[in-house]
């Protein structure tokens, strides 16, 4: 048994070998910056600080991103297993899941993927015998599937919910107010807020929350 595990493994090993041998790597050049951060007296250098900046409003963080990607695609494309596993993997997580129920206001909500859906939906219903409806779809926010819900929290009286809007993994959120009785979102937005929830008030007229200023 140990003989035929070996004889099995070595030819993966070889293959992974000749792989990374013949995938010589030409990595995009990354600017250097003078930048110092002064912590009480000591100076950290931080060469790379510029790569901070919001990839949405730099053109140049961005296009940084670009080459890394391209870098990395590259490589990773030329794997010869990476369909199989990709096929795999989906076969696999291509069934419906379900969040456990939970009684907010005198509603009952729980959370759905059919699947290969990016992101869950929240479905709320009136009664544990009613029929679901959808709340709030996230896959319907952007076309690629990466603007995300975060964290919720509902009014004593269930009328509404305050949610967080993730983009792209960020922890960076915006917050929002939905009317659950009309399904509207109310104008009102919290941006910049990140690590927090929302903590209503006992008459429902607002809530506590943490952000940057």
Known sequence: MGRACLVGVLPLIWASAAFAQ????????????EHYDDYHGTKVADP?????DDVRESAEVRAWVEAENKVTSAYLDRIPQRETIRRRLTKL???????SFFKEGGRYYF?????????????VQDALDAQPEV???PNTWSAD??????????????????YAVNKSGS??????????????????????AKFTTAS???????????RYA
């Open 48 to 52: 790379y600080r510029w790569l901070e």
């Open 200 to 210: 209503w008030t006992r008459d429902g007229k607002g809530f506590f929350y943490g």
């Open 145 to 162: 599937g990466t603007v995300a819900l975060g964290a919720a929290s509902f009014s004593q009286d269930g009328r509404y919910m305050a």
């Open 111 to 123: 959370y759905k993927n059919d699947g290969l859906q990016n992101q869950y939906v929240l479905y």
């Open 22 to 33: 013949e995938a010589a790597i030409s990595y995009p050049q990354t600017r250097r910056i």
């Open 171 to 192: 922890d960076w959120q915006t917050w929002k107010v939905l009317d659950i009785e009309s399904r509207k979102t109310l104008d009102d937005e919290i941006e910049w």
């Open 93 to 99: 997580w291509d069934y419906e899941k379900y969040s």
């Open 135 to 137: 709340l709030l779809d």
